[in-house]
Every structure is written in C-alpha cells, then in structure tokens.
C-alpha cells in the first residue's frame, strides 16, 4: 500500500513570495490533515478535511494560508505572502472515517523563508 | 485550547537501561492517547495508543495511564540505539460534537540511547 506523498521535499522562498505544497493521501483515506511542525516543537494542526469538506481550520491564518481539496482526494496548501515565522516542516497526514487518531503522515515538506 | 506537556529532555540512557517519557494534559475529558516516534528528518508514525486506565504492554514498550492525574508515560525497555528519536504525545478529542476528532501534540522529547 503505497503511503501518504507529498511533493515537493524542500523549498526555499524568499519572504512576501507565495509557495504551494502538494499532498495524495492513502487511496480510500477520507479524512486529511495538514500540520505545521516549527523546529523543537510538535506538529500543529492547520487544517482538517473529510471528503471535499472543512472539519476544522480553526488554527489556519487565512490571511495568508489556504487550502482545498477539490475532488475528496488530493490537496493542496498555500502560502500568500510568506513570512520569516512561515519557516518549518508541512506535513500531510490522512486516515480512515472514524479513526482520525490512527493518522498516517506524509514525508514532509521542509520550507525555509529568507 | 487543550495543552499536552512532556519533560523537555533531552533524556539520555545507557543501552538496555529503561527510559521513561512523561505527559500531562490539561483537559479532563479526553479519552484517546497516543505515542508517535519521530526520526530525525522523518515524519511521525504511530507506536501506542491507550485509553484506560493502567499499563498498555507492546514488546519492550508500555503505556501507562493515570486520568486523575491527566498523566501518560511511556516506558522503553531494554533501551537499543535504533531507539533514539524524538518522541511525541498526542490527546485525541471528539470535535464539535460531532464524530470528527483531532490530536493535539506535545512539544516531544528527544531521547538519546548511547551504546
């Protein structure tokens, strides 16, 4: 069974530039999370999907961020102007309706903003 | 907004010895607990989960729960090298009301277990 991908792996921006991250979750995962993990912290949830729809994007700074997932499969999270603060790893992360403690996480897309 | 505290570390054993990982957390009613172990440069994978009361076995690790105390620790025994990661607490909460749930993640411990 083929995990979560994400793409790309690494990116470097500067700041007030925008930035798209990609994420497949595991075929017939529902539910999609994307986190935010700033270095020495734990991962931060920015946004929770369930099919095409928003659960919870209560910790998302949608001045600058936003996410979709148009078709219930993949998504796509973005950054519109990024800031220094901006800098971490962005990880994607799915499971099964139902078992949204049992996550399955992405490789990660480690971001750095000069 | 639910807090979820671990010892900061970083927590160095000798190999074979035991090391234990601490966490508290501020909400009383949460239900589910989980242990992830991060690599270095890796992503999060799910190693315990416990949701009663007591210890939770799994080869050489153990869950321990103690809800008075809003408390769960994990237990390393027989400590080996490939050991050494950080390692990450999570509380599960139902949301809204409603089915959908969401972890919230201490801030992990890194733990070193040097030959």
């Known amino acids: 069974e083929a995990g979560v991908a994400q793409s790309p792996r690494y990116k470097i921006i500067e700041k007030r530039q925008s930035v798209a991250f990609w994420c497949n979750p595991i075929?017939?995962?529902?539910?999609l999370y994307w986190y935010q993990q700033i270095l020495g912290q734990g991962p931060k949830l920015l946004i929770q999907?369930?099919?095409?729809?928003?659960?919870?994007d209560s910790q998302l700074p949608k001045d600058r961020f936003s996410a979709e997932r148009l078709k219930g499969v993949d998504s796509t999270l973005k950054i519109q102007p990024a800031k220094l603060e901006d800098s971490a790893v962005y990880l994607c992360a799915s499971s099964l309706i139902g078992r949204s403690y049992e996550q399955y996480f992405g490789p990660g897309t480690r971001l750095t903003v000069t | 907004q639910k807090e979820v505290e671990q010892n900061s570390g970083p927590l160095s054993v000798p190999e074979g010895a035991i090391a234990s990982l601490n966490c508290t957390y501020s909400d009383r009613v949460s239900q589910s607990f989980f242990w992830y172990r991060q690599y270095s440069g890796k992503s999060p994978e799910l190693i315990m989960s416990?949701?009663?009361?007591g210890d939770k076995e799994d080869g050489r690790f153990t869950a321990q729960l103690n809800k008075a105390s809003q408390y769960v620790s994990l237990l390393i025994r027989d400590s080996q090298p490939s050991d050494s990661a950080t390692y990450l607490c999570a509380v599960w909460e139902v949301t809204g009301g409603t089915s959908y749930g969401k972890l919230t993640f201490g801030q992990g411990t890194i733990l070193t277990v040097h030959p």
């Open positions: 999907f369930q099919n095409n729809g928003v659960v919870d």
């Open positions: 075929s017939g995962h529902a539910t």
């Open positions: 416990i949701y009663s009361n």
